[in-house]
C-alpha cells in the first residue's frame, strides 16, 4: 500500500502524539527541602500543570506524583516561592535538594526614639539597645492555663500537698482531693481537659493543612471545615498525625467523600 506525502506527515503526527503522551508517564519525585532553621509548618508543593497540591514533612522531606514539564511550586509563609521545572535529569536524582530562602526578616532590636518629622533625621539619630543587654528574665515555660490551675488546685491540699502513701502512714491526708474525687469535681475537670486536649488538636490539624487545602483539595465549605474535622477526630486519634502532615493531608482526603454523603443525607 502506497501512502501519499500527506498520509505520511498525518502518521507521523499521530505517532508524535502517542509517543508524547507515553512520555508523559507519571513518576515520584523524592527531595529534600533544604532552610537555614528548622521547618516550623510544612511547606507547600503545589504541581500548577496537575492542578494538585502536597505536603511536606517538617525535616523537610517530600514525595509528589509528577511528568516531565510539570512547573511545582514549593510554598510556605516564612519563605520565598521557589518554581521548578521538572526535567528527566532531575527525575534521574534519587535525592532532589531545593533551597528555600527565607522572606521574612525578625528584628533583634528594640529602637526607642522621638519622631521630629524629618525622616532622614530620625533615622540617623536613632538610639538601640539589645534585649539581653537588660538581664531581664525570661519566661522559658508557659503560664499554666485557667484549666491546669483549677486541676491542681482540686487534687492538691494546703501546701500543695497530695495525696501518697506516705501522707496516709503518717496521717497526713489532704481532704480537698478525696472530697473533689467524691462530688464529681475531679471527673469534671477530666473531661474539660479531653475536650480541651481534642479543640487543640484539631485546632492543630486544621493549622497544619491550611484552610485553602480544605476547601480547595477536599471540596469542603469554609463553614463546614471545623465540623468536618472533628468528624474526623470522633474516630482516630488525630495527635498520632500531627508529626507527618502527608499522613494527615491523606486521611483528611480519604475522609471528605464521606463527611460530604454525611452532611448530603442531613
Do not use: W
Not at 503526527?13 to 513518576?27: D, M, N, W
Not at 521547618?39 to 500543570?49: A, D, E, F, K, Q
Not at 522531606?61 to 511545582?72: A, Q
Not at 539589645?130 to 503560664?143: E, H
Amino acid at each position: 500500500m502506497n501512502l501519499s506525502r500527506i498520509d505520511l506527515i498525518i502518521l507521523l503526527a499521530v505517532l508524535l502524539i502517542f509517543s508524547e503522551g507515553f512520555s508523559q508517564e507519571k513518576e515520584i519525585l523524592s527531595g529534600q527541602i533544604i532552610t537555614e532553621e528548622p521547618l516550623n509548618s510544612p511547606v507547600h508543593i503545589i504541581n500548577i500543570s496537575r492542578e494538585k497540591g502536597g505536603l511536606s514533612e517538617l525535616s523537610g522531606r517530600f514525595s509528589v506524583e509528577v511528568s516531565v514539564g510539570d512547573t511545582l511550586v514549593f510554598s510556605s509563609v516564612q519563605y520565598k516561592k521557589e518554581k521548578i521545572v521538572v526535567n528527566r535529569e532531575i527525575l534521574q536524582l534519587n535525592n532532589y535538594r531545593i533551597k528555600l530562602v527565607e522572606d521574612l526578616t525578625e528584628l533583634e532590636e528594640v529602637k526607642l526614639h522621638k519622631l521630629s518629622g524629618n525622616l532622614a533625621k530620625d533615622i540617623s539619630g536613632i538610639k538601640t539597645f539589645n534585649k539581653f543587654d537588660l538581664n531581664a528574665p525570661m519566661a522559658r515555660k508557659p503560664p499554666p492555663t485557667q484549666l491546669e490551675r483549677q486541676t491542681y488546685t482540686a487534687i492538691t491540699g494546703p501546701g500543695g500537698s497530695k495525696l501518697s502513701v506516705i501522707g496516709v502512714l503518717t496521717g497526713k491526708i489532704p481532704l480537698a482531693p478525696i472530697m473533689n474525687k467524691l462530688n464529681g469535681t475531679l471527673d469534671e475537670l477530666e473531661k474539660r481537659k479531653e475536650n480541651a486536649d481534642l479543640k487543640f488538636q484539631v485546632e492543630k490539624a486544621v493549622y497544619l493543612i491550611s484552610e485553602e487545602t480544605f476547601t480547595k483539595d477536599f471540596n469542603i465549605p469554609e463553614n463546614e471545615i471545623m465540623n468536618f474535622a472533628y468528624y474526623c477526630a470522633e474516630n482516630y486519634d488525630l495527635e498520632i498525625l500531627l508529626d507527618n502532615p502527608l499522613e494527615l493531608y491523606e486521611f483528611f482526603q480519604s475522609k471528605a467523600s464521606e463527611f460530604k454523603a454525611l452532611k448530603i443525607l442531613d
